[in-house]
């Protein structure tokens, strides 16, 4: 697939991918398509267009991430 925003949409292998437009988008899956053909879930695992996967990666909110004081 090739983005044709300007300026063009990340590609799947850079670092910042998921920053490329939603295709298509299927909450009540779980699930959203990428222009750069990345394939995201709503548990933040991956797709990628080569048919690699990226697990999940969550971390805190950040709303709960609190300083000590």
């Not at 295709?23 to 690699?52: K, R």
């Given at each position: 697939?090739l983005c044709q925003?300007?300026?063009?949409?990340?590609?799947?292998?850079?670092?910042?991918?998921?920053?490329?437009?939603?295709?298509?988008?299927?909450?009540?899956?779980?699930?959203?398509?990428?222009?750069?053909?990345?394939?995201?879930?709503?548990?933040?695992?991956?797709?990628?267009?080569?048919?690699?996967?990226?697990?999940?990666?969550?971390g805190p909110a950040?709303?709960?991430?609190?300083?000590?004081?």
């Open positions: 697939m925003h300007q300026p063009s949409c990340p590609s799947a292998a850079d670092s910042d991918h998921e920053a490329a437009r939603i295709l298509a988008s299927h909450p009540e899956q779980g699930w959203s398509l990428l222009c750069n053909g990345v394939i995201v879930f709503e548990d933040t695992g991956e797709l990628l267009p080569d048919c690699s996967v990226i697990e999940p990666h969550r950040p709303h709960v991430l609190v300083k000590a004081a």
